[in-house]
Structure formats: C-alpha cells, structure tokens
C-alpha cells in the first residue's frame, strides 16, 4: 500500500490507533476471502479496493474537496444519493461494521445499543475512519430510535442534516417525505453552491439506476444452481457499492457479471444448501455470519437487507419534465424501500417470500443485530409466514464480536442438517 500517513495526518487522524486497525484488516481479509476456491477473476478489482479502502478511495475524495468539491456521508438507504451526485457532490455511506470502533462507541453511548450505532459513533469519535474525516457534512435520518438519537452527539464533530423519515406509507406520507427531498436538496444546493437542474438530477438518476440495474444482475445470476459467486464475495460488492465512484463500480460489476455468465454454462451442481439472509445490515467489514455459513455446506445466495436487495430493487423513474415530478419520482421509489421502522411493513414479508422462490432457497437466516427492536419485533410476523409456507427458518441475534462465533457455528450446523 502506498504511504498515506501525510493525507491521514492531514485529516486529523488518531495515527496510532488507525495503525492498530490497519494492520488487523489485511488478516482479515485474506482469511475470510482468499482462501475461497474457483473465485471470479473480476473480484480482483473487489479485493484492490478493500486493500485501498483508505486509501487510493479517500485520495480521490480529497482531490475533489481540493478542486472545491463536497463530500456527504450517509447512513441509510432512504437517502436519495442522486440529490448529491446531480450536486457534484461525493456520497459516502458510513454505517460501520467493526468491532474496533465499539469501545470507543460505549465511552459515549449505552452499551445496550445497537452495534452499528456504536460502531459508527465510535468511528467519528476515535478519528480513526478517513471517510467520516472526509465528509463536509452528514445525513442522518429518523429511523430508528437510537440513530435519532446519535446525531445530536455527531453533530458536535461535524454538521448533520436530518431527513425525517415517515414511519407509515400512507398518501400523506409520500407527501411529506417528498418535502423532505426538497429540503434535503436545498441543503445539498447550500453546501456546494451548485444549482440541481433538471438535467443534472435526469444524469444523475439514470448513474444511480445503471448502478442499481447491475447489482440486480449480479442478483439475478446467483439464481442459478449452483451460484457463480459466493454469498462472501456478493455481500463485499454490496458493501463497497456504498463508497466507490458510481461509475467505475457498475463497470466492473458488470465485467464481472460478464464472466458469471460464462462461468455459469460450464458450473456443475453441488449438494449445497441454498440460504437466503433476511434482516439488518451488514457494514463493512462485517462478514461474520457469511463466513460462519459457508465454511459449512452452504452457499448463500440472496441477502434481503440494506446491504442487499434493499439497496438496489426498484429504479427511479426518469418520466417527467419539471422538477416537482422527478422528486415526486425519487419519493415513490425511496419510500417503498421496506425496512422494519415502517408499521406496517407487509411489503417486506412479500419480498421474503418472493425472494424464496426465485432464489430456490432451502431455507433462511433471519439475521437481527443485538438491540435492533424493529427487526427483532417483525421477526414475529416474518417467522410466521415462512412457517405457513413451509419454509425453514433461523433466527440469529448477534453483535459485531467474535465471542459467539462458535455457538453460531454449532446451531448453523445443527439447522443446515435439518433443512
Ligand atoms: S432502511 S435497516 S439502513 S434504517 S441502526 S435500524 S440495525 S437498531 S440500519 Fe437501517 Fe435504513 Fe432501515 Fe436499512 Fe436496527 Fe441498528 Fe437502527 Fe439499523
């Protein structure tokens, strides 16, 4: 890796803590993922960018903030990023997966909280993550209890907008959430001093919609038996879909989907159970339960979380001339993402079983992080309609450390056998 202490140093980075963190990634990285056998060529790309992931990325971000560029973090899914990038403006999503941040987390928050809200506090407050060090502002949303909460204490270390996120999908709601769109987009304006014309958001839906439009395929192709890529290696595309240059990352998505296809004509079948993960998100470099399951005999082939489907289904429409319809569109399309803070959230029950037949899954993991409620509570309904259509499923509570890794290995085995 080239030396990046001067950039990190100039964005006022705890060095010595950074340097603790760096050196357990490559580790990490290379037993959980390169040790994979028939892994795609294309994943090359994938594995540089997790090498560089503070590097070669953060110098491209500090080059646009050079030439008087913005740079705007996010932490959820119902952010429009194409008010951003039609700003001329970087989006990074920020949501953190690593056991590292925690403790510095818990110094200022309960412990009794959700893991990805420690982990990304503890983050911003340890100055150890360049991306956050990188944002010229960030976007919080009211989703859950806990993230509401946390942007009042990030809010001490850099400017946070919040969208207040309706929690029902009733007309008015599409209304209002369309109000937050245009305020969020005079703030974007603000920020960087450009004008979102109608063009520019037009340019900038249809990036967002080629982006979406190739993890869809990547998705699609691992509807084939056996898939031509591991659950491991879709979930790290998933998750570098959050910072990489739009662009370049549906490039070589589809480069790589270009050699699946090949692939897929000469893959012969294996006994492998097919496993679809349902529930919160897994942030970089969360990969826990993924490794867990597919050191066994198991593959996993669809994730229905934010960092999976929920990520990239449904496209913005592009229909329309004036501002207000393309809003209106963006609204549609971000207010149907369902995620367990809406009450109620039928649609998601719907996706879970859609997703069981498309992917031909043996079964699912229903994957809840420590102290997330509103995944935990759905669980209720989730458990049941699967039950109903005699589909076998696992619930897993879990955080980001590696204390229960083998008790989580013990009832995957003990489930896999029975499926
Ligand atoms: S759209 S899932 S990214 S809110 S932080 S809710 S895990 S207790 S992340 Fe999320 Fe947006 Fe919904 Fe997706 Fe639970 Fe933790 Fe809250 Fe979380």
């Given at each position: 890796m080239a030396d990046y202490r001067e950039m990190w140093e100039n964005l006022n980075m705890d060095l010595e803590k950074h340097d603790v963190l760096c050196e357990a990634l490559p580790e990490m990285f290379g037993e959980t993922f390169l040790n994979q056998e028939n892994r795609p060529d294309g994943m090359n790309y994938f594995n540089y960018v997790t090498a560089e992931i503070h590097g070669a990325r953060i110098m491209e971000l500090e080059k646009h903030r050079k030439e008087g560029g913005k740079v705007v973090g996010a932490f959820c899914v119902f952010v429009p990023d194409e008010i951003i990038l039609a700003a001329d403006a970087i989006s990074v999503g920020l949501c953190s997966g690593s056991q590292f941040w925690i403790e510095d987390g818990e110094k200022v928050l309960p412990?009794?909280?959700?893991p990805l809200i420690k982990a990304l506090t503890g983050a911003k407050v340890s100055s150890t993550c360049p991306y956050f060090q990188s944002c010229d502002i960030l976007v919080g949303e009211t989703t859950c209890d806990g993230k509401k909460k946390v942007w009042e204490i990030l809010n001490e270390y850099t400017p946070v907008h919040v969208m207040e996120l309706p929690q029902m999908k009733r007309e008015e709601n599409y209304e209002m959430w369309m109000n937050e769109i245009k305020l969020f987009m005079d703030k974007i304006e603000e920020l960087t001093g450009n004008k979102i014309t109608v063009e520019k958001l037009k340019e900038a839906i249809e990036l967002n919609n080629e982006k979406r439009r190739a993890l869809k395929r990547l998705y699609d192709l691992r509807k084939n038996k056996p898939s031509p890529i591991s659950g491991l290696d879709s979930l790290l595309i998933s998750q570098i879909a959050f910072s990489d240059e739009p662009r370049r990352f549906t490039e070589k998505v589809n480069e790589l989907c270009d050699e699946l296809e090949e692939k897929v004509k000469t893959n012969t079948s294996t006994n492998k159970k097919r496993i679809m993960v349902t529930g919160t998100p897994m942030a970089l470099p969360n990969w826990k339960l993924h490794s867990i399951v597919e050191e066994l005999n198991a593959e996993i082939v669809v994730e229905e979380t934010c960092t999976g489907t929920r990520y990239f289904e449904n496209e913005v429409s592009?229909?329309?001339?004036t501002m207000e319809e393309l809003i209106k569109n963006m609204a549609d399309r971000y207010l149907d993402i369902n995620c367990a803070c809406f009450t109620p959230n039928k649609g998601r029950v719907e996706d879970i079983l859609r997703y069981a037949e498309e992917y031909d899954v043996d079964g699912v993991i229903y994957y809840n992080l420590s102290f997330c409620h509103t995944y935990a509570v759905e669980y209720n309904n989730v458990e049941k309609s699967l039950r109903d259509n005699n589909i076998p499923v696992l619930m897993i509570e879990t955080d980001y450390s590696e204390e229960d890794s083998g008790q989580i290995k013990t009832r995957v085995e003990a489930f896999l056998e029975m499926i």
């Open positions: 412990r009794n909280l959700c592009t229909n329309g001339d």
